[in-house]
């Protein structure tokens, strides 16, 4: 009976809330894939080989950002928008702009290979590998976006999981059976990678049947290109701590930080899946002129936010036992500042969806580059002074000031472009959540140490929603229903 009501209410949901949730589901088992993997990779590779994984992985992150300039994100989904006639020979033309960058990349690195390959720490073999990524990655990221632009969510979810599972079985059992650990964990990862990416690469061109587009290619390189410094500082409030702790501690803290970094960052999938569910939902609903519809999709995903946040930094101590290891222990206290961390993510990547709407590129810029340089400044000196634990709080620190940012952006182009409304979100809620997050993490960082107090306290909080759970009940009833 129950399993009846289940089915019928799901067969009623709109099709952007059936995505929605099947992407939720796809990213937390993608997640929890890669989450069973970290005590294979952390028990059977050293802490410095771990830690070289991560470096590469940053610097992934630093290149995809030149060679693709991340066309696959909010530039891609408007394209989709505005050519909706020739959206194949959009997506053929937007894919080989980033192959064309990319091979552009490349022979500069060949120019000047030990310099480059000194600067990142990275042996010249697995620099290469990681170029063949940056090529082929662009073309799946593409074929993602069109099919959830168009809700086509079985496809997203079958190849998301499919390829993130056979990805890390290739790579589990290349590192357990081979000598070369680091080299086996890499060259694995992209060669299943490339199984995947390289068949939607030559898909997309077949398809599209469209190299080169003096129009479509002016599109990407105007709407993008003043994007870098937010891109890049982006990355740098992302990834730059570990590169920082490797650089300035070892790269055995730097394994530290990235397996607290990684475990904390659950929720980044989460916001991830949201927005991209959500986009092409705020984008169509501006259009329309429904932007009132927008608070009720989102008041309930913000409290979602809330409660996953809360969980995370509750038993990070177990999670890290479980899932690293208690040789990784040490990292527990950077667990708190960084899922923070995630929540103001969510609330200023909702902020920026409008100013990408709006195609306001020179505030997201300003706002990111700001933040990026502040986080440069305090890991600099917090590292130097209370060592890697520094970098989780100068994270959040700079979260916090870039929500604040773009939240301001967005209030002029409220103010501007739909002055018929106050807000598009619940504002306050956001606010008074990310207090409470606040909160609870400065108690949790002096209680971790004691287990009996921490979970004391944890089942006080249980019991007090229990008690209130009516009150709460009626409270999130008021906000989706109340009016600005």
């Not at 939902?281 to 429904?290: H, L």
Request: hydrophobic share 50%; net charge positive.
């Amino acid at each position: 009976m129950i399993f009846k009501k289940i089915v019928h209410k799901y067969k009623k949901m709109s099709m952007p809330v059936k995505a929605a949730f099947w992407y939720t589901v796809c990213n937390f088992l993608n997640k929890g894939f890669a989450l069973l993997s970290t005590p294979i990779f952390t028990r059977i590779m050293t802490e410095e080989e771990y830690g070289t994984f991560s470096i590469f992985q940053s610097w992934f992150n630093i290149l995809i950002i030149f060679t693709s300039l991340n066309i696959f994100m909010s530039s891609f989904t408007k394209g989709l928008l505005l050519y909706k006639d020739d959206q194949d020979a959009f997506t053929s033309s937007q894919l080989s702009l980033t192959t064309f960058i990319t091979l552009i990349v490349l022979f500069v690195y060949v120019l000047q290979m030990d310099f480059w390959s000194s600067l990142m720490d990275l042996s010249p073999i697995l620099v290469l590998a990681m170029f063949v990524e940056l090529l082929i990655m662009p073309a799946l990221e593409f074929w993602l976006s069109k099919e959830r632009f168009f809700y086509r969510y079985r496809n997203v979810v079958f190849v998301s999981i499919f390829m993130n599972l056979f990805c890390l079985i290739v790579s589990a059992l290349s590192v357990i059976l081979l000598n070369h650990k680091i080299e086996a964990r890499i060259f694995s990862d992209v060669f299943a990678k490339f199984l995947f990416a390289g068949t939607l690469f030559v898909f997309i061109f077949c398809k599209g049947k469209k190299v080169f587009s003096k129009k479509y290619w002016k599109y990407a390189l105007t709407f993008n290109v003043p994007l870098i410094p937010h891109y890049l500082s982006n990355y740098i409030l992302n990834q730059s701590d570990r590169l920082m702790i490797g650089k300035m501690v070892g790269k055995v803290q730097a394994a530290f930080y990235s397996v607290s970094y990684t475990i904390s960052t659950v929720m980044v999938l989460l916001v991830t899946a949201i927005n991209n569910s959500l986009t092409p939902y705020i984008y169509q609903s501006i259009e329309k002129g429904e932007e009132k519809n927008i608070k009720r999709a989102i008041t309930p995903v913000v409290l979602l936010m809330f409660v996953l946040t809360v969980l995370i930094m509750s038993f990070a101590p177990e999670i890290i036992s479980v899932f690293a290891g208690n040789n990784y222990l040490d990292a527990i206290y950077v667990i708190p500042p960084v899922t923070v961390s995630v929540y103001f993510i969510f609330i200023y990547s909702m902020f920026s969806t409008i100013e990408y709407y709006y195609q306001k590129t020179g505030a997201i810029a300003v706002a990111t580059t700001f933040s990026a340089i502040l986080n440069l400044v305090l890991n600099y000196f917090g590292i130097k002074l209370f060592g890697y634990y520094a970098a989780g709080y100068t994270t959040l620190i700079c979260y916090i000031c870039l929500s604040f940012f773009h939240y301001y952006f967005y209030k002029k182009i409220i103010k501007k472009e739909m002055p018929h409304i106050k807000n598009v979100y619940d504002v306050k809620l956001m606010v008074f959540m990310g207090i409470l997050l606040f909160l609870y993490m400065i108690l949790l960082s002096f209680i971790y140490s004691n287990f009996y107090v921490r979970y004391f306290i944890i089942f006080v909080i249980i019991l007090v929603l229990y008690l209130k759970r009516k009150f709460l009940i009626h409270l999130v009833r008021e906000l989706r229903t109340r009016k600005e």
